[in-house]
C-alpha cells in the first residue's frame, strides 16, 4: 500500500473517532479526474506560492492560492489540488467573503482553518499526515468539481507526472536552491508562465515578497508584490495635501509582475549608493534595522505615484503607462523621503531632517533627488525625462507651475505645479550655489521632537546655508526660471501675465499677485527711445522684488545686473535704453516679486524719456545742465553707457574755447567719460573722471583740429555711475588772432611763426611798446625749405587806425629772398605810433602746408644822438620836423649828417618854430649858425673841409622847437 494513501486512511480513522466522518470521506473521495480542459476559474485563481524546501516539517509546507480581479464570485468552492501522486484529488473546503486581491495558504498539516477571506487572506489545512511537496521537484494542479484544469506548475524539474493547461512540457519550472528556506513566489498574473516565478520569502496568505540584499550600501529590501487588504501608515501620500505624519491609506491592489520587481530592485539598490555618495551617509529610515520594504500595486492612474512612511516603508504605485524612468523616479523620490524621516540625536534631543509646515521643501527635495538618480541611472537629458513625464501624465515642466503667481511656499497645494515648482527650486539652488548646499541645508533644516523651539525651518536654512534673505532667494528664483532655466536647461517660459507694446508712448498695467508669487510682464520694445519704467504698489507699504530681463534679437537674454532689487526709493524708476543694447532689443521682460505673506496689487507704467541731445552750444551760454542716466533712473550692464553729447560748430581759430563741465555725484564713486569728436573723428578722450569736481578742458590747445561740426560727449564710465551736472563752453579772444589782442612781442626776442596754426586770418598780431631812445628793425624769416613757397610780409599799424598801415614790405622783397626787413617809424617821425605802441601785423599770403619761421624785432639806439650816430641829411633841401629838445640825447641836443664835396665853399640855413642855437662841423672846427633877418631863419658860410659835416642843434635859448626846413648851396 502506497505510504499517502496508508497515511490517509489512518487520518480518515482518527477523524471518524472525532465524530467527523463526513468530512475525511469527502477528503478521501476519488474526486473527479483532472484533464486539460480549461476551467472557467482558469487566470482567476492561480497558484502563487509554494513552500517546499527540504527543511520543512508537515506543519511548515504550504501552497497558496491567488484570487485575482477577474473572479466575480463572493465563494470559492469545489476546487481540486492535486501533485499527481499517491494523494489523488483533494477537495478543498469553501471559502467566503472572497473577492479579488484575496490570498489562500493551504497546508498540508493541521491548524485552525480561517475560511473568511474578507480580511483578504484565508487559510487551509488539509491534515495529512506527510509531505505532499516533493522537494526534489514535484507538480501541482488545482482543478474545478469538472476536473477541468485551473492552475498548474512543475517546479524543480518535477517528478514525471504529466503537464496540464498551456504549460510546456520542456518547461522545468522555478527552482529553489538548495537548503533555501524560503519559497518559490509568482510575479506576474499569467498563469502557466515559468518566467514569473522567482525565489520569494514566505508570505502564506499574503502578497508575495522578494528580497534583495542592496550590496553596496547593505541594506535588505523587501519588495512585497501586490496588496489584500487595506494598510495605513503614518507618512508622506505625495497625492495628498497634509504635511509629515499624515494618515496614508493603501487599498488592496494586485501586484507587478517579475520584470517589474527587477527594475525596482536595480532603482533602490541604485539610488541607495547614489544618495550614500551624495552625502547622506546616515542611511534612510527603516522598518527593521538595516530593511526597507517596498509595496508594488498597481495603480489606476497613467502615471506611477507613491508614498513613504516614517517606518522605512514605501508604496508605490504603478501607473497604467509603462514607464521605466517614470517608475525609477517614484521610487528614488519615495526613497528621500525616508532619507528624511532618518532621526539622529543632537545631544539629548532627537531630530530628523522632514520639518514641514508645508511640504514644498521635502517634496521639492525628494523630486529634484528622484530626477537626479533617474538622469544619472539612465543617462538622461533633463528634457528627456521631462518629455517623458509629460508622455506618462506626471509632473512636468511643460504644463505645471507654468504660472509664477502660484504660491508654491504657503500650505501646500498638493498639485503637480506644487512639485514642479518645489523642484525648481531645489534645482535652482544646485545650478545657482552649487548642489552641495543643497545637502547642506538638508542637514541645517530640522524637526526636534523634543523641543519645537530648536525646530529649523526650511525657510530659515535656506537662507542660511545661502547667507541671502528668504526673501531675496525667492526673487532670485523667479528671476532665474525667466533666464538661466530657459536658455541652459531648456524650461520651457513661464505664463506672462501681461503683454504692451512700446511704441514711444506711455502704457500701464496693474495686477493682483498672491504670497511669494510674482507677476511676469513683457515689454515689446519698438522704439529706440529710451523709456522708464516705474512702479506704484497697493497697500504702500507692501515688499516687492524687481527683476529686469532683456531679450535680444537673436533670442538670447540676460538679466539686469542688481536684479531683483527693492521696490522704494533707491530705484524710483528703471531706465531702459534701447540703443545701448548691440544685439538688438527686442523684449524687456519684468518680474515682480511679491515677498511677503498676503496679496497685494502693482501697478507699472512705462513712458519715454526725453532726449537731451544733440544741443547746439553757443559759446559763453548755458549753463547746459545734464544727468546720466537721463532722469537719474538705475542703469545696467547692457544700457549703459548713457550719453548725452552738444554739438558746436568750430570754422575760426581766433578765440580760445576751454570746456567747463560742473558734475554732482548721485552714487558713491560714479565717474564718467567725456569725448570730442572732429569731422574726422575723435580728438579728446578722458575716461573715468570722478563726478563732483570742476573740470576744465581746452578746445584745439594747439590749433591744430580740423574746421567743422564737433561732437561733445559726455558718459557713464560704468553701469553703477549717477550724476548730474553743467556744460559750458567758455570762449575769450585768442591771443595774437586779431588786432584787438594782440601777442606781446619783446624786443630781441625771437618768435617761431607757424602759420598752420593761423588759419582764419592767415596772419598774426603782435604789439610792441616802442622806447624813443632805439631804433627797431624787424627781421621776418621762413625757414629753410618753405622759402620758395612763402610770399610773407610785415605791416605796422597804429592801434588807433587799423585801416592803412604805418609802413610795410609788402612786394618789396622777390620771390624766395630771406630775410625781410622792416624798419619801425622813429619817434620823431611823422608816423610814429600813438603811444609809441605798434601793432605788427604778419601776413602769411602764401604758404607751403605746415610752413614755419621765425620773426624778431632788433634794437640800436636812435639816429641823431651823436656825431657817430646820427640822422642823415641829403645835403639839399629837406624837411625834418624834429622836436626839440631832441629827447633821446642826454642834454637834448641833435646831429644831423650830410655828405658834400670837400674843398667846397657851401651855405647852409634852416628855419625853425623858435630860436635855437646851431653850429656845423665843417671836418676842422664847429662854426655857428648867425641868426637872419627873418625871424627863426639862421644860416653859415663854409668850406668843406672833409666829405661829411655834421649840424648840431640845442633848443636854447627857447624852451621847445621844432626844426623845419635845412637847405645847402654850393657857392
Known amino acids: 500500500m502506497d505510504k499517502k494513501i496508508t497515511s490517509a486512511l489512518l487520518i480518515g480513522m482518527i477523524l471518524v473517532g472525532s465524530g467527523l466522518f463526513l468530512f475525511v470521506f469527502l477528503q478521501q473521495s476519488a474526486g473527479p479526474s483532472p484533464t486539460d480542459t480549461a476551467s472557467s476559474y482558469q487566470d482567476s485563481v492561480l497558484l502563487s506560492e509554494i513552500h517546499y524546501n527540504e527543511t520543512l516539517d508537515l506543519n511548515q509546507e504550504f501552497f497558496e492560492l491567488y484570487v485575482s480581479e477577474g473572479y466575480s464570485g463572493e465563494r470559492l468552492e469545489n476546487l481540486f489540488v492535486t501533485t499527481f501522486d499517491e494523494e489523488g484529488m483533494i477537495a478543498l473546503p469553501t471559502v467566503t467573503n472572497v473577492d479579488d486581491e484575496d490570498y489562500i495558504a493551504v497546508f498540508t498539516g493541521t491548524g485552525e482553518n480561517d475560511l473568511d477571506a474578507e480580511d483578504g487572506s484565508a487559510t487551509i489545512y488539509l491534515a495529512l499526515t ?64 515559468a518566467s514569473n516565478w522567482m525565489v520569494s520569502l514566505t508570505s502564506p496568505a499574503n502578497p508575495n515578497v522578494y528580497s534583495f540584499l542592496a550590496v553596496e550600501t547593505g541594506y535588505i529590501v523587501t519588495i512585497t508584490n501586490g496588496l489584500n487588504r487595506e494598510m495605513s501608515f503614518d507618512g508622506i501620500d505625495d497625492t495628498m495635501l497634509a504635511g509629515k505624519g499624515e494618515k496614508v491609506d493603501v487599498y488592496p491592489k494586485k501586484g507587478a509582475d517579475k520584470s517589474l520587481i527587477k527594475d525596482i530592485k536595480k532603482h533602490i539598490a541604485y539610488s541607495l549608493d547614489f544618495y550614500h555618495k551624495k552625502g547622506f551617509t546616515r542611511g534612510p529610515a527603516t522598518y527593521k534595522p538595516g530593511k526597507i520594504n517596498v509595496t508594488l500595486v498597481k495603480g489606476n492612474r497613467t502615471e506611477t505615484v507613491g508614498a513613504a512612511s516614517s517606518k522605512g516603508n514605501i508604496v508605490i504605485k504603478v501607473g497604467t503607462i509603462t514607464s521605466k524612468a517614470d517608475l525609477k523616479y517614484v521610487c528614488e523620490h519615495e526613497l528621500m523621503h525616508l532619507f528624511q524621516y532618518k532621526t539622529e540625536k543632537k545631544g539629548n534631543d532627537t531630530v530628523d531632517h522632514c520639518p514641514v509646515t508645508n511640504k514644498f521643501w521635502i517634496e521639492g527635495q525628494a523630486t529634484y533627488w528622484g530626477i537626479e538618480s533617474t538622469r544619472a541611472n539612465y543617462n538622461l537629458t533633463h528634457k528627456e525625462i521631462q518629455d517623458e513625464f509629460k508622455r506618462v501624465g506626471d509632473h512636468n515642466w511643460y504644463t505645471h507651475f507654468t504660472d509664477l503667481n502660484r504660491s508654491i511656499f504657503k500650505g501646500w497645494g498638493g498639485a ?44 530659515d536654512a535656506i537662507a542660511q546655508v545661502l547667507g541671502k534673505s528668504w526673501e531675496q532667494i525667492v526673487a532670485e528664483f523667479h528671476a532665474w526660471l525667466m533666464t538661466d532655466a530657459i536658455t541652459d536647461n531648456g524650461v520651457p517660459e513661464r505664463k506672462t501675465h501681461v503683454n504692451v507694446t512700446y511704441n514711444n508712448d506711455t502704457v500701464s498695467d496693474e495686477v493682483s499677485v498672491n504670497s511669494y508669487g510674482a507677476a511676469v510682464e513683457r515689454i515689446r520694445v519698438n522704439s529706440t527711445q529710451p523709456f522708464k519704467i516705474k512702479f506704484n504698489v497697493n497697500p504702500s507699504n507692501s515688499k516687492w522684488k524687481i527683476t529686469i530681463i532683456y531679450v535680444y534679437e537673436d533670442g538670447s537674454r540676460k538679466k539686469m545686473v542688481g536684479s531683483p532689487f527693492d521696490h522704494g526709493p533707491s530705484y524710483p524708476h528703471i531706465a531702459v535704453n534701447p540703443e545701448s543694447h548691440p544685439k538688438g532689443l527686442k523684449e524687456v521682460i519684468v518680474v515682480k516679486s511679491h515677498v511677503e505673506d498676503s496679496t497685494a496689487r502693482i501697478k507699472m507704467t512705462v513712458s519715454p524719456i526725453p532726449r537731451p541731445g544733440p544741443v547746439q552750444i553757443t559759446p559763453n551760454g548755458g549753463p547746459y545742465y545734464f544727468e546720466l542716466p537721463w532722469g537719474l533712473g538705475n542703469s545696467t550692464r547692457w544700457d549703459w553707457p548713457w550719453e548725452i553729447y552738444w554739438n558746436f560748430s568750430y570754422f575760426m581759430d581766433i578765440s580760445n574755447y576751454t570746456l567747463r563741465v560742473n558734475t554732482t555725484a548721485i552714487t558713491v564713486e560714479s565717474f564718467f567719460n567725456i569725448t570730442i569728436e572732429s569731422p574726422v573723428g575723435p580728438v579728446f578722450e578722458e575716461p573715468e573722471i570722478a563726478a563732483g569736481d570742476q573740470i576744465l578742458i581746452n578746445f584745439d590747445p594747439e590749433y591744430l583740429w580740423e574746421f567743422g561740426e564737433y561732437r561733445i560727449t559726455i558718459s557713464q ?17 585768442r591771443e595774437g588772432a586779431v588786432p584787438e589782442s594782440p601777442s606781446l612781442m619783446i624786443p630781441d626776442q625771437d618768435y617761431m611763426l607757424e602759420s598752420s596754426k593761423w588759419r582764419t586770418g592767415s596772419s598774426v598780431w603782435y604789439e610792441i611798446l616802442l622806447d624813443p631812445n632805439f631804433d627797431y ?53 611823422e608816423n610814429y605810433p600813438s603811444g609809441g605802441i605798434a601793432l605788427i601785423h604778419i601776413v602769411f599770403s602764401t604758404s607751403a602746408p605746415g610752413a614755419t619761421g621765425h620773426i624778431i624785432a632788433l634794437t640800436h639806439p636812435v639816429s641823431g644822438s651823436s656825431i657817430d650816430n646820427p640822422l642823415w641829411y641829403n645835403g639839399l633841401t629837406e624837411y625834418f620836423g624834429v622836436p626839440l629838445p631832441y629827447s633821446i640825447h642826454e642834454g637834448g641836443l641833435l646831429y644831423i649828417n650830410a655828405t658834400i664835396i670837400q674843398g667846397e665853399p657851401f651855405y647852409t640855413y634852416f628855419n625853425c618854430s623858435a630860436a635855437i642855437t646851431a653850429q656845423v662841423w665843417d671836418g676842422v672846427e664847429w662854426l655857428d649858425f648867425a641868426a637872419l633877418p627873418q625871424e627863426n631863419h639862421f644860416s653859415v658860410s663854409y668850406t668843406a673841409q672833409s666829405e661829411t659835416v655834421c649840424f648840431r642843434f640845442d633848443v636854447a635859448p627857447s624852451e621847445e622847437s621844432v626844426l623845419f626846413y635845412i637847405v645847402t648851396i654850393c657857392v
Open 717 to 733: 564710465y560704468n553701469w553703477t555711475s549717477m550724476l548730474n551736472g553743467t556744460l559750458e563752453l567758455l570762449e575769450e579772444p
Open 130 to 193: 506527510s509531505r505532499i511537496l516533493d522537494p526534489n521537484g514535484d507538480e501541482i494542479g488545482v482543478f474545478d468539481e469538472n476536473g477541468y484544469v485551473i492552475d498548474y506548475v512543475r517546479f524543480d524539474g518535477g517528478n514525471g507526472d504529466s503537464t496540464y493547461g498551456d504549460w510546456l512540457e520542456s518547461e522545468d519550472g522555478p527552482s529553489l536552491p538548495s537548503n533555501h528556506t524560503g519559497s518559490i513566489s509568482m510575479f506576474g498574473f499569467e498563469s502557466a508562465n
Open 777 to 829: 628793425t624787424l627781421f621776418l624769416e621762413a625757414d629753410s625749405g618753405f622759402q620758395a613757397e612763402c610770399d610773407w610780409y610785415v605791416e605796422v599799424y597804429d592801434q588807433t587806425d587799423l585801416e592803412t598801415p604805418l609802413v610795410s614790405n609788402e612786394g618789396i622783397y622777390a620771390e624766395g629772398e630771406y630775410p625781410r626787413e622792416l624798419l619801425l617809424p622813429r619817434y620823431f617821425e
Open 416 to 459: 503637480y505645479s506644487d512639485y514642479m515648482g518645489s523642484y525648481l527650486l531645489n534645482k535652482f539652488i544646485a545650478e545657482v550655489f552649487g548642489e552641495d548646499k543643497l545637502k547642506q541645508i538638508f542637514d541645517t533644516a530640522q524637526d526636534n521632537f523634543n523641543n519645537n523651539s530648536k525646530d529649523v525651518s526650511p525657510k
